[in-house]
């Protein structure tokens, strides 16, 4: 495990280590909250900006915390203007990525300057944040699995991604698919979801957050109780317990059957439907055996699940895949929808010229591909 680390001066959006410093200073903590609720209504502001803050709470944020810990320090645009990928830089210099992808409005009747106008208002942009640099899962398909852990972020870190991307785009959904395994990262992420969908803050609705794991057990089991509303996705991509073991480094420890149990348990706790990423590789697991494995393990539940066509990553030692041979998506959607019932998409490519599916990292800046998929 990497070296814990510790944050000097600290993230002003870490709200658990700013309430322990007003706590310790006997400030009240109702100024923190108007604080953070005047930073996100004025981006651009301070906390000295923020009316009637008391003299020793500007002393104190001034001597421990900053309002970003974090610098966007390279910033790309997809050539059809969908998706816009941030490098962050973290104060050990450290870097991860968020990915902004907006999708398309529909269509309105308005003319001129007020169809754009209403074009931009109806625009729904998703965030992908990451939740810790590198990952320890060790998905054979995935960029950032090769990378290993090099560390955890904190809370503030991960909702400073937030902060960021609302200068490039008006956020409605939040998606924990960057680097890292968030659930390996938990109180961090869960502090940070609490954040993202505190009415008073930035009020996402918890729906639209989703946290997405190769398959932490204990804490899909928490996930339900503690942050009850929000979103689950479990990265599935192989229906049998013997095949997963050979893209899923974390399949032994985390056995198929005892997973299923653990995420529909969380689906009868919350009453959410789950989310099933499914990442389709040429002759591993894309076949019509494998989708009918696959639907016989879902058939009955509550589920979407969303095929992913496997692009390219940067792969210097192997293993080697290739993507999903042509029409055998198509046959894999069929076969799920028409056979077993179960509501399947396949995933939109967004940004491919910018590798900006997906939290490819630091790796992916100047390479063509694909980044995490576990």
Excluded at 224 to 235: I, N, T
Excluded at 298 to 325: C, M, S
Aim: proline residues 5%.
């Amino acid at each position: 495990m990497p070296p814990p680390r510790k944050l000097n001066p600290q993230s002003v959006w870490d709200t658990n280590a700013v309430l322990a410093a007003f706590e310790e200073e006997n400030i009240k903590p109702m100024h923190a909250l108007r604080m953070w609720g005047w930073l996100i209504r004025n981006p651009s502001a301070t906390w000295h900006d923020v009316p009637d803050m008391p003299k020793a709470a500007v002393a104190l944020l001034d001597k421990y915390f900053v309002k970003f810990t974090t610098k966007v320090v390279k910033c790309q645009n997809s050539s059809d203007g969908s998706t816009t990928k941030l490098l962050v830089e973290l104060q050990d210099g450290m870097q991860v990525e968020a990915v902004v992808m907006t999708y398309d409005a529909p269509s309105v009747t308005a003319a001129g300057a007020a169809a754009a106008a209403a074009a931009r208002a109806r625009k729904r942009s998703t965030l992908c944040v990451s939740s810790q640099v590198g990952c320890q899962m060790g998905c054979t398909f995935c960029a950032t699995g090769t990378m290993g852990l090099k560390g955890h972020l904190n809370a503030g870190e991960i909702v400073e991604q937030l902060v960021h991307a609302r200068a490039v785009a008006r956020i409605r959904n939040v998606v924990f698919m960057g680097m890292g395994e968030p659930l390996n990262n938990y109180e961090a992420v869960r502090g940070a979801v609490a954040m993202m969908t505190d009415s008073k803050y930035f009020g996402l609705r918890r729906r639209h957050v989703t946290v997405s794991t190769v398959g932490v057990i204990p804490r899909i089991k928490q996930l339900a109780e503690d942050l009850p509303g929000v979103s689950l996705a479990l990265s599935l991509h192989a229906p049998t317990q013997e095949l997963r073991l050979q893209i899923v480094p974390s399949a032994r420890a985390y056995k198929l059957d005892k997973l299923m149990e653990a995420v529909r348990s969380y689906q009868a706790n919350s009453s959410q439907r789950v989310f099933y990423e499914y990442v389709m590789l040429s002759g591993v697991n894309d076949g019509e055996e494998q989708a009918h494995q696959l639907g016989q393990l879902l058939k009955g539940d509550d589920v979407v699940i969303n095929l992913i066509p496997w692009n390219p990553i940067y792969q210097p030692e192997g293993p080697f895949f290739e993507a999903p041979r042509d029409g055998s998506v198509g046959t894999f959607q069929s076969i799920l929808r028409h056979q077993y019932g179960l509501h399947t998409t396949i995933r939109q490519e967004m940004g491919q010229d910018i590798s900006g599916a997906w939290g490819w990292g630091k790796a992916g800046w100047g390479r063509a591909g694909r980044g995490r998929a576990g």
